[in-house]
């Protein structure tokens, strides 16, 4: 993989309430042609989901999202996660995630966090909360002024207004939790996933 931001053209950002629907909706996804999977880390479970993933998909990247603590770094990447993203960046979170050695997407919404990211040696971003932090018209007026920044944004983005997000010369990837929906996993759905995650596929 050259890189995180072209792994996938679109994230799927997952949540896992139950451990036992890691391992099938991970293989749902990579059916539907998305080998990729951001784990969020906001549930009880998501460390043993991310470990079961890793023990037993090994064809699909697997990533711990929502780092937002210092301490969650090296817990993920114990569990076997491959990449870490955090929805925002402070000093110490950044640390620990380099610590790791992992590559990351550190979480940033400001010309000013872009610029710090930049400092420490990030180029490949995630954009969070995306439509609301101002969508594609703020990554389109980044582009001129930050042009070595690669982002991946998140954050209200949908299947309709994905492709103008990849559209943009900085932006490799976009990440929505839209491809597992909780209504889906609950009810073991997992054609929906992989139906969801093939529209998906197919927008690069
Ligand atoms: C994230 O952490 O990237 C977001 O929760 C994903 O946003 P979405 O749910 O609006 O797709």
């Known amino acids: 993989m050259s890189s995180l931001l072209d ?16 391992v099938p909706v991970a293989r749902a996804l990579v059916t539907g042609g998305l080998p990729a999977i951001e784990l969020t880390l906001r549930t009880p479970v998501a460390l043993e989901a991310i470990r079961a993933i890793s023990a ?10 929502t780092i937002v603590a ?3 770094a090296k817990l993920a990447a114990d569990a076997g996660a491959q990449f870490l993203v955090s929805p925002g960046t ?9 610590e790791t050695g992992l590559p990351f997407l550190p979480g940033t919404a400001t010309v000013s966090e872009v610029l710090a990211a930049l400092e420490a040696g990030c180029t490949e971003l995630k954009f969070f909360p995306a439509e609301a932090s101002g969508g594609t018209a703020y990554l389109k007026s980044l582009a ?9 944004p998140t954050g209200g983005i949908t299947p309709a207004s994905a492709p103008s997000y990849l559209a943009l010369p900085n932006v490799g990837c976009v990440g929505g939790s839209w491809l597992t929906p909780a209504d ?16 998906a596929a197919a927008l690069r």
């Open 184 to 199: 889906a996993l609950a009810a073991g759905d997992w054609g929906r996933v992989t139906a969801l995650a093939a529209e």
């Open 144 to 152: 001129s002024p930050v042009p070595t920044a690669r982002f991946c």
């Open 56 to 65: 037993e998909v090994p064809e699909i990247l697997v990533g711990a999202g």
């Open 70 to 72: 210092p301490g969650q």
């Open 90 to 98: 402070t000093v110490q979170l950044l640390h620990a995630m380099q």
């Open 7 to 22: 792994a996938v053209p679109v994230m799927p950002v997952v949540v896992i309430d139950d451990v036992d629907h890691a």
